[in-house]
């Protein structure tokens, strides 16, 4: 019966990094694919800017083109697989394509965090699948296992390290002591980093794919405008040693968490401590907390960016789409997990209101009194400490850093706190404060 399918056709927008990876891994599994989804997968055509830059994947069967709206507007294909990146001309081939009958694939977290309520809406009008497990976390199957693999649960939490580029910065400046502009030039020569790798280092390819994971967790719209977002460039290379001295390191994470008051969503870097196995995931790798109520804390692990691990997620979703396209809309997996007319209006928790541990480091003159004006301070408003200790700092003979690690308590209280310190005499400067993630329950 399967020998006699017709070949899905497939059209392909970009040829880049994920796009000639998607090529070359449908090319060279081209038997096991098959096998696997009932019927021939074929790339007949691909669409790019620069035709000779494209001509090493030039096949006799596969037409390449510069208009990309000639694969939207060609009736022969199935589906579309979006890998050119951003979100204007993006989202308007995937709308067309979506209202041309066709699937859609896509690698593209911005896209889908910013614009998924159209998109989806649009996709279950004309009874159309959108797939995009490459949006998050690279080649490790995340979108499947939460959607699916996860279903019985109440998800409680995600935590994870869901940017390749920053992992890769951050591990690179600690066993190498590389400068961070040479490590995100490296990162960029390997195709890891985004088109505009400001989306990396400040947080917000990761506040991307967070807010999509959010949303398949709980239930939820997508909401990137509700995401709080910082990135690693203000790091110092004193508190990434402090924070290895007290048995701690630095990971930008994206945490999302169901509250009583609300759902937490945020990107921020955290120390973590050493021996959590989050704290030595290193270079491009990714990995992913998840915890639900049956299964406790779950943990996903593997390559976040470059060509064939994301390949390895556009292809499982090109099988996906395969097997299940003649199927009734109705009885397909619903695109965030939740169906669509039972998502919960349940409010993003400002970041005022999180609760959570800190690491401060202030800068302080060495004299007799400055402590116990901290610890007094913290003290009135509820803050415990953790633990505490005085360093020298290597500029500067007259000051001292003062590092102190907090128990959990609520942000609005410890921006309140610091503001009180940051305005005592002996202190000079701003206060670092980087928050602390135990990832323990
Ligand atoms: P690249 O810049 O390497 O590739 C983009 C491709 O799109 C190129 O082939 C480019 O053609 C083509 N393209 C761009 N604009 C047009 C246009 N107007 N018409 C036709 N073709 C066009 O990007 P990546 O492959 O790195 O990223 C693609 C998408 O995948 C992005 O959304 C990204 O966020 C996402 N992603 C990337 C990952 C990675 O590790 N790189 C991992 C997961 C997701 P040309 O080369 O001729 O300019
Ligand atoms: N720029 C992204 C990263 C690509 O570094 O994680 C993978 O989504």
Redesign the pocket.
């Known amino acids: 019966m399967e020998a006699i399918m017709k070949p899905i056709k497939v059209g392909l ?9 998607t090529l070359t891994v449908l090319r060279r599994n081209a038997v096991e694919i098959t096998r696997r989804a009932g019927r021939e997968i074929i790339v007949t055509m691909a ?5 000779e ?2 001509r090493k994947y030039a096949a006799a069967d596969m037409q390449l083109t ?3 709206f000639a694969i939207i507007d060609n009736p022969d294909i199935d589906i579309v697989v ?5 979100v204007t ?2 989202k308007e081939l995937i709308l067309m394509a979506i209202a041309r009958g066709k699937h859609v694939v ?6 889908i965090a910013c614009h998924a309520t159209e998109i989806f809406a649009a996709a279950q009008q004309y009874g159309v699948m959108v797939a995009f497990e ?2 998050v976390g ?1 080649g490790i199957p995340i979108i499947k296992a939460i959607r699916e693999g996860l279903t019985a649960n109440r998800i409680e939490w995600i935590a994870g390290i869901i940017n ?1 580029t920053t992992n890769f910065i951050l591990s690179e400046m600690r066993d190498k002591g590389t400068e961070f502009a040479d490590a995100l030039l490296a990162a960029q020569e390997l ?5 505009d790798p400001a ?1 990396d280092i400040e947080g917000i ?1 990761a506040a991307h794919k967070l807010t999509i994971m959010s949303a398949i967790a709980f239930g939820i719209p997508v909401q990137f405008d509700c995401a709080h977002i910082e990135g690693i460039t203000k790091l110092t290379g004193d508190d990434v040693k402090y924070a290895e001295q007290l048995g701690y390191r630095i990971k930008l994470l994206g945490i999302t968490k169901r509250t009583p008051k609300g759902i937490e969503l945020r990107v921020h870097p955290a120390l973590i401590p050493e021996r959590r196995l989050l704290a030595n995931v290193d270079g491009a790798m990714n990995a992913i907390l998840v915890k639900g109520d049956a299964v406790g804390i779950t943990l996903y692990y593997g390559a ?4 064939e ?2 390949a390895s ?1 556009v292809v499982a979703d090109l099988v996906d789409v395969t097997r299940m396209h003649t199927a009734d809309p109705n009885n397909r997996v619903p695109h965030l997990a939740f169906q669509p007319d039972t998502l919960s209006a349940e409010p993003i928790l400002p970041m005022g209101e999180v609760r959570t541990a800190y690491y401060l480091r202030l800068r302080a003159i060495d004299e007799a009194g400055v402590l116990a004006d901290v610890t007094r301070i913290l003290a009135d408003s509820d803050i415990s400490i953790d633990a505490m200790i005085q360093k020298e700092p290597e500029i500067t003979r007259t000051l001292v850093d003062i590092v102190i690690l907090t128990h959990r308590c609520i942000e609005k209280d410890i921006d309140a706190a610091m503001l009180e310190i940051e305005a005592l005499p002996a202190i000079s400067g701003k206060i670092a404060r980087i928050r602390l993630e135990h990832l323990d329950r």
């Open positions: 927008l970009g040829l880049g990094i994920v796009g000639g990876g669409a790019v800017r620069d035709l830059k494209a510069d208009n990309p979006e890998m050119i990146g951003g001309l993006a896509t690698a593209n977290k911005a896209l490459a949006a690279g390749g195709g890891y980093a985004e088109a989306f390819d976040g960016a470059g060509a691990p994301t997620s």
